[in-house]
């Protein structure tokens, strides 16, 4: 059974064009096909003060994996690229590469490690502007 998912991809530190072009490589390899990607923005770090801007983008892809699959594979890829630590408590840092669950399909997920969609996308333009950009009306 197949699956639409989207994902936010971010960097803002390192190589940030290659962190990304990295991440979507992977991400094809062992998440499922790409279909759709937004063009990649630069935006001002939110939520906490670097003077490392961000590269950050949407994309949409077809996956087998059920939503705690795919977090353990986002999180293996994350982890690949060289990311260390998880944020705790809100407590933002710069990073080499994250990767966001956004929506599963159309169902909702509350778990103690995993909340789709994610509980800050509506607030975050770096994500919404990508996503406007490669959502096909469906939600
Ligand atoms: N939809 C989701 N996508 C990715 N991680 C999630 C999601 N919901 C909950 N998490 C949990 O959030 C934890 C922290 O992840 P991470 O360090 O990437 O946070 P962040 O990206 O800095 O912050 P934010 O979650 O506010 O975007 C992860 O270990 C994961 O278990
Ligand atoms: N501009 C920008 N700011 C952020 C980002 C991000 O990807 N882009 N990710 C965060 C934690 O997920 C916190 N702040």
Redesign the pocket.
């Known amino acids: 059974m197949t699956h639409k998912v989207y ?2 991809l ?1 960097a803002n530190i390192g190589d940030r064009h290659a962190g990304i072009a990295a991440a979507l490589e992977l991400l094809g390899e062992t998440v499922g096909r790409v279909v759709r990607r937004s063009s990649i923005i630069e935006t001002e770090p939110w ?1 906490f003060e670097s003077e490392n801007k961000f590269l950050n983008m949407c994309v949409a892809l077809e996956t087998d994996l059920s939503p705690h699959q795919l ?1 353990v594979a ?2 293996d890829i ?1 982890r690949r690229l060289g ?1 260390k ?4 408590g ?1 407590v ?2 710069d ?1 080499l590469i ?5 929506l599963y399909d159309d169902i909702s ?1 509350s ?10 996308m509506r607030e ?1 333009d770096f994500v919404m502007r990508p996503l406007m950009e490669i959502m096909d009306g469906n939600w």
């Open positions: 994902l936010s971010g939520g977090l986002t999180q994350e990311r630590a998880k944020s705790a809100g933002y840092a990073r994250d990767i966001d669950i956004l997920v778990t103690p490690e995993l909340t789709v969609p994610h509980p800050h975050r």
